[in-house]
């Protein structure tokens, strides 16, 4: 689970080190954005630490990405209190087997909305927002213009 800081969170985070509040969290830097994250190391559904529960007014959102093996939720996108959650099935063959998983990838505003979602998710207690389950829609065809059709007499 990855906690992205608001801007200026890094300073607070050293002034609470200092101070003995917290442990060694090392903050890093996204290479693509350039914004500062931690990264806590657990999964959701894991038991977090109560210092980084301490730290939800330096978060600015909670992502994390997990990979289930069963007990599998139709692929789609899930949105509940402020939190997103996508669900996507994948697998590959290995020594004849097929071996499958579905990658749960999450973002909200706190741990709570994070570790909520994915809980009602696991129990089956969330209907997609978009099911890519479902059979695509036909499209209805694209009327072509008007044209007057002339009965020809030979």
Not at 88 to 97: E, I, P, Q, V
Request: net charge negative.
């Amino acid at each position: 689970m990855y906690l992205w800081l608001k801007q200026g969170a890094e300073e607070q985070l050293q002034f609470f080190k200092e101070q003995g509040l917290v442990g060694d969290l090392r903050v890093m830097t996204d290479d693509s954005s350039g914004k500062k994250y931690i990264n806590t190391y657990t999964e959701v559904g894991n038991p977090i630490n109560e210092i980084v529960e301490c730290l939800g007014d330096l978060t600015e959102k909670v992502t994390s990405q997990n990979r289930i093996y069963r007990g599998f939720r139709a692929e789609g996108v899930y949105r509940h209190n402020g939190a997103t959650l996508m669900a996507k099935t994948s697998g590959n063959f290995h020594d004849h087997l097929q071996e499958s998983w579905q990658w749960v990838n999450i973002s909200g505003p706190s741990i709570e909305a994070v570790e909520t979602i994915y809980s009602l998710f696991r129990q089956g207690k969330l209907a997609p927002e978009e099911n890519w389950e479902n059979d695509a829609t036909i499209a209805p065809p694209v009327s072509a213009p008007a044209v007057e059709i002339k009965e020809v007499t030979a």
